[in-house]
Antibody, heavy 117, light 110 residues
Framework: EVQLVQSGAEVKKPGESLKISCKGS????????IGWVRQMPGKGLEWMGI????????RYSPSFQGQVTISADKSISTAYLQWSSLEASDTAMYFC??????????WGQGTLVTVSS | QSALTQPASVSGSPGQSITVSCTGT?????????VSWYQQHPGKAPQLMIY???YRPSGVSNRFSGSKSGNTASLTISGLQAEDEADYYC??????????FGTGTKVTVL
């Protein structure tokens, strides 16, 4: 059974750093693109970027280039989304998901990130 | 790249058919047969309803169908049911080798 299991909710202060994770299982993690999706409160879905774990080829959507870092550790089948300095506007639900074809059935449960002073 | 354009809301009565459009460009929707549609109920993760323009995952009702013409993809829900009330998003692969979502459509069952 394919599963994407994300790390738990986070409450952070502006300026702090953060790294959230998404562990894949039940499928070939290294040879399938995996991505991150942002959903701000009451708003729509936004693809942030995708990564190919086998060689860490990473593609960022223009709005998120330079704002976040997407990485993966293929040895533990885990993808990451990282911020170096959080802002209040980063408050959102973040999902990991497999973007390609039928694998789009599989999404993580979401990680709520709250940034507040 | 800009978000794909969807109508903000579409409504219909039970049993009716509705269509949600998703308009992009030749660099995304029009250039690839890689359009997916997702249903999202409040507080839940999105659920895949259609992939690769026309294909329906097993377990998804055959009341849902997808199509594409030029730069516009469409999701049709036939025999509308109360449980279909949700937000719907299209997604497309792009020429930048990334993906882009649509602006989202709230489907209301009257």
């Amino acid at each position: 059974e394919v599963q994407l299991v994300q790390s738990g909710a986070e409450v952070k202060k502006p300026g702090e750093s953060l790294k959230i994770s998404c562990k894949g299982s039940g499928y070939r993690f290294t040879t399938n693109w995996i991505g991150w999706v942002r959903q701000m409160p009451g708003k729509g879905l936004e693809w942030m970027g995708i990564i190919f774990p086998s060689d860490s080829d990473t593609r960022y959507s223009p709005s998120f280039q330079g704002q976040v870092t997407i990485s993966a550790d293929k040895s533990i089948s885990t993808a990451y989304l990282q911020w170096s300095s959080l802002e209040a506007s980063d408050t959102a639900m973040y999902f990991c998901a497999l973007p390609t074809g039928l694998l789009g059935r599989f999404w993580g449960q979401g990680t709520l990130v709250t940034v507040s002073s | 790249q800009s978000a794909l354009t969807q109508p903000a809301s579409v409504s219909g009565s039970p049993g009716q058919s509705i269509t949600v459009s998703c308009t992009g460009t030749s660099s995304d929707v029009g250039g690839y047969n890689l359009v997916s549609w997702y249903q999202q109920h409040p507080g839940k993760a999105p659920q895949l309803m259609i992939y690769d323009v026309t294909y329906r995952p097993s377990g998804v009702s055959n009341r849902f169908s997808g199509s594409k013409s030029g730069n516009t993809a469409s999701l049709t829900i036939s025999g509308l049911q109360a449980e279909d009330e949700a937000d719907y998003y299209c997604s497309s692969y792009t020429s930048s080798s990334t993906y882009v979502f649509g602006t989202g459509t709230k489907v209301t069952v009257l």
